[in-house]
């Protein structure tokens, strides 16, 4: 028992005994943490604009990343690319409102969820067929180089990726809370039918919605991929977001951010000191148990409303 | 003309709350049930059996019990993976603890195994709804894949970490195992299955059922009637395990032979998810239906191409599967929510008119 | 229909509140309610009334005063212990079961009186079957009562909206309930609805003798079958009496009634 106990304790003491590799752990768990996210905020702009949840998100950050390595491949400089890949995403949104979302309008939101799936298993069939299966090095020109701060280890990619993922995450906390265009985006959220009754062109607004969530994805996408390569356990990622917007709620922007940073801290430092207590590996299943804690103690997760029921 | 039910009237409560009210019904099921005890193991082909029929079964047990809890309770879930690797890996030691034990008796513990973990995860259903849920199965399925993963003891220490299914008899008849012939081991899924369907109808259709449906349809509402959630959750997630533990013990034990975690993961859950809402959420006769298109698109699709006098490397074919599957739930969804039961049932409702159009 | 001298109120609600953060729904509410009668609770919309039925159901938890059933306090109780009471409802905005047919809605409103064990259940056999039936046999008996017989295979989702309602009637009626809670029964039905609804309900104070507390906006009904009247307005109780003596009240014609006829 009180082996126990000091094995519990003694990652405390390793945190102490090496600070500077605690914060080195801490920024890869930050890094990780925006990753999320950017993840979890597109699917907060589409959840936030349409109701729908868009299981697809892990995919389409995937078929942005896939769709520019593709065409920086066959030769095209980078901002072109970028530039490519940002006009089929928007293609990609046009198309989903269409064939997808406009169909179903009317159905219930478990339905729209499911989906979503099968657009996920789509797109990852499609991804894979249009550009191959293997693992492709994503090169934007920046330097995959570290350089010390302080006695810390600091990585000039992640650095960047990291700044523009917050100047991105900043930009949208604002679009939504202030603009006009995201008052009405938030009208369609709460009742379609009541916000096509009023005028609100709801096509209009989820090929935009759909869009900028594209954007995020392809950041994100951009960000993953020039890190460990662009991959199919990409999608997975998705699976990860569920965590993260259960602690920061469906509909709150800022909540993706504080959700994707605990998590992404939490899951690095769990598995890094107590990882090895138990075999290693604790990534796997840590954010959803986690998640699941949080759960049980506030039903709405960290950010979200309160949901009243009334009979 | 012929499916009428013109001079059949109902005398009693009984015979009118009976699974097949239309003689016609029961006369066809009752003929199909003898069919598929008899026919495949005497007709079809090794392969017919090994990876039409033996899987088609496996996953339609799968998918009833997925259908219970997510269908039928409304409950949605995410983990089925896990569950079926609680019922293989427990038939496992069980069957290696205890090797004298009957087999079908190891898949019915193995069943309550998964049944009381499935009892564990589902105690978060009180206070999490709907997508939340989603999320707390997904717990259970990913940190059930880590322990048998971890822990070497429910391998038996085997150093490549598979689990495989030790020969047993039952009656004499090798139905496990390596010396187990196809025959034999489909009579025995078809069995159990049939079995599990039937006793997944009576309770749908009484009192489990309905209280079931009541939560899933206004859960506030069963609630004032006096419906307690928590025990009526708990029930389905109880029972859904079972369903899904014993189709992951007949997954090993009778279909594959030995296996490894990965054959439980989340493309698992995904797929038995997909099995459900092809096949018809809340129906029993969907998860059938669901389990049979899914277990046939592969085929027709490897097939297909050498029809169409086409060779498909096998990478591309796996991808337009992927996107079939996806294409396809889509279709679903938009033209018929409720699956492939109720296109069956508008057709059953069409041939009672038949061959007048209304 | 008079409740039977010196007896205690079926229900006695004693000085309620009821606060939504800011917002105090009810305000010191208290009304009573003998066993055998037909009382109506009516008020502008927004008055509360919904509200006090959710409390009496279980569904809010007052934050000030007691509710009592049957003499015996039950302010605490969560709704599945309050419907084991005996206390059965009907709901403003229909809440019936839409996955399931109205035979199978009425029967999950016997719920509380089958005595389970899944096991048995599952076998279909025996006490399981029997209870089963005999459960039918009496739904069966309310289906007739109500003359819903046509459409008891129906999906419950499917049906127009005066037909939902009664449909929610039976399934109330199912739990055999002591105490029976009816928001809003004739909304949105024309006048021959209406007529069949008042009869149903007056038979069913009269045959089973059971207690019905009921809000309604049809003064007429409210006149016509009701023994007892209580005006909630803006949270709080403005006026309780009978039918006759409750229309004269100034304070009700000012808040709700509009300007008095003379008649």
């Excluded at chain 2, 088609?56 to 409950?75: D, E, H, R, S, V």
């Excluded at chain 2, 890996?89 to 069980?94: D, G, H, L, Q, V």
């Excluded at chain 2, 069943?111 to 995860?121: E, K, P």
Aim: charged share 15%.
């Amino acid at each position: 028992m009180i082996d126990l106990l000091a094995a519990l304790v003694a990652p405390f003491r390793e945190i102490a005994g090496a600070p500077t590799f605690f914060v080195e752990v801490l920024l890869g768990g930050i890094f990780a943490g925006l990753l999320y996210s950017l993840v979890a905020l597109g699917f907060v702009l589409i959840f936030k604009a349409s109701g729908v949840f868009n299981f697809a998100q892990g995919v389409m950050v995937l078929f942005a990343a896939l769709t520019l390595v593709g065409l920086m491949e066959r030769g095209a400089p980078v901002m072109l690319a970028l530039v490519l890949t940002m006009a089929v995403m928007v293609a990609l949104a046009f198309a989903i409102e269409k064939l997808v979302l406009r169909p179903l309008v009317n159905q219930e939101y478990i339905i729209l969820f499911m989906a979503t799936i099968g657009l996920n298993f789509f797109l990852e069939g499609f991804g894979e067929m249009v550009w191959g299966a293997n693992v492709k090095r994503l090169d934007v020109g920046i330097p995959d180089r570290s350089f010390m701060l302080k006695g810390v280890q600091i990585n000039q990619l992640e650095l960047t990726a990291a700044i523009t993922a917050a100047v991105l995450v900043t930009v949208l906390a604002v679009f939504f809370q202030r603009t006009r265009i995201g008052r009405a985006l938030r009208a369609v959220a709460d009742d379609h039918e009541a916000a096509l009754s009023i005028g609100i062109p709801l096509k209009t607004i989820w090929v935009v919605v759909w869009s900028v969530s594209g954007l995020v994805a392809l950041v994100a996408g951009v960000m993953w991929g020039a890190k460990s390569g662009v991959q199919f356990s990409l999608s997975l990622i998705a699976l990860k977001a569920l965590p993260v917007l259960i602690l920061g709620g469906f509909t709150s922007v800022p909540g993706a951010i504080a959700g994707g940073l605990i998590i992404g801290v939490g899951e690095k430092v769990a598995e890094v000191y107590w990882g090895p207590l138990v075999g290693g590996a604790i990534e796997n299943w840590f954010a959803y148990v986690l998640a699941l804690g949080f759960l049980l103690i506030r039903p709405q997760g960290l950010f979200g409303e309160k949901i009243i029921e009334r009979v | 003309m012929i499916y009428r039910e013109a001079g059949q009237f109902k005398t009693t409560y009984a015979a009118d709350q009976a699974i097949f009210p239309i003689l016609q019904d029961r006369v066809l099921v009752t003929l199909g049930l003898v069919a598929a005890f008899l026919l495949p193991p005497l007709l079809a082909s090794e392969y017919w059996l090994q990876a039409v029929l033996i899987p088609f079964m496996i996953y339609a047990l799968a998918a009833l019990g997925l259908n219970l809890l997510t269908g039928y309770a409304g409950q949605l879930s995410l983990g089925t993976g896990g569950f079926m690797a609680v019922g293989a890996y427990a038939a496992y030691k069980i069957a290696t603890s205890f090797p004298g034990l009957n087999i079908l008796l190891v898949f019915a513990l193995a069943g309550l195994v998964s049944a009381g973990v499935g009892l564990l995860f589902g105690i978060p259903s009180l206070r999490i709804k709907g997508f939340y849920l989603a999320v707390a199965t997904l717990a259970a399925q990913f940190f059930l894949i880590w322990l048998f993963n971890k822990v070497a003891w429910f391998v038996n220490y085997a150093p490549s970490g598979t689990i495989t299914a030790p020969p047993r008899t039952v009656f004499g008849v090798m139905v496990t195992g390596p010396l187990a012939t196809a025959p034999v081991r489909y009579v025995v899924v078809l069995g159990v299955a049939v079995l599990l369907a039937l006793v997944a109808k009576n309770l749908v259709r009484g009192r489990v059922g309905r209280s079931w449906m009541a939560i899933r349809d206004r859960d506030i509402a069963a609630e004032i009637i006096g419906i307690r959630p928590l025990p009526t959750k708990l029930l389905a997630f109880a029972i859904s395990s079972f369903y899904c533990g014993v189709a992951g013990a007949e997954f090993v034990f009778l279909y594959l032979g030995s296996a490894e975690t990965t054959a439980f993961d989340i493309t698992l859950s995904f797929l038995v998810l997909f099995m459900v809402i092809i096949g018809g959420l809340g129906s029993i006769l969907g998860s059938f239906l669901g389990a049979a298109f899914i277990v046939l698109v592969p085929i027709f699709l490897t097939n297909a191409p050498h029809l169409l006098h086409l060779s498909l490397p096998v990478a591309l074919q796996k991808q337009i599967e992927l996107m079939v599957f996806g294409a396809l739930i889509i279709f679903f969804l938009i033209v018929e929510p409720h699956g492939l039961a109720r296109l069956w049932q508008i057709s059953k409702e069409k041939l009672r008119l038949w061959p007048f159009p209304h | 229909m008079t409740a039977t001298a010196g007896s205690a109120p079926l229900l006695q609600v004693d000085d309620i509140s009821v606060r939504f953060g800011a917002l105090l729904a009810l305000n010191r509410v208290s009304l009573s309610v003998p066993r055998g009668e037909i009382a109506a609770i009516i008020g502008p919309n927004g008055a509360g009334k919904t509200t006090l039925l959710n409390c009496i159901s279980g569904f809010y938890q007052p934050s000030e005063g007691r509710i009592a059933f049957a003499g015996r306090d039950r302010t605490r109780l969560s709704p599945p212990d309050v419907a084991a009471l005996g206390i059965a409802r009907t709901f403003q905005n229909v809440a019936l079961f839409r996955g399931m047919s109205v035979l199978d809605n009425i029967m999950t409103g016997r719920i509380l009186k089958m005595r389970g064990n899944f096991l048995l259940d599952a076998l279909w056999w025996g006490p399981a079957r029997r209870q089963e039936l005999a459960h039918r046999a009496f739904v069966e008996r309310i289906i007739d009562f109500l003359e819903i017989q046509a459409i008891r295979k129906s999906p419950a989702g499917l049906l127009p909206y005066g037909l939902q309602k009664r449909v929610e009637l039976a399934r109330a009626l199912a739990a055999e309930p002591q105490l029976l809670l009816l928001d809003e029964p004739m909304a949105g039905m024309n006048v021959e609805e209406k007529e069949d609804m008042c009869r149903f309900i007056l038979d069913v104070n009269s045959e089973f003798g059971t207690t019905i507390a009921l809000i309604e906006h049809d003064m007429g009904v409210v006149m016509d079958i009701c023994d007892h009247v209580v005006v909630l307005d803006y949270g709080r109780k403005i006026a309780d009496g009978t039918p006759e003596h409750v229309r004269k009240d100034q304070a009700v014609l000012d808040a709700y009634l509009g300007v008095a006829h003379h008649d």
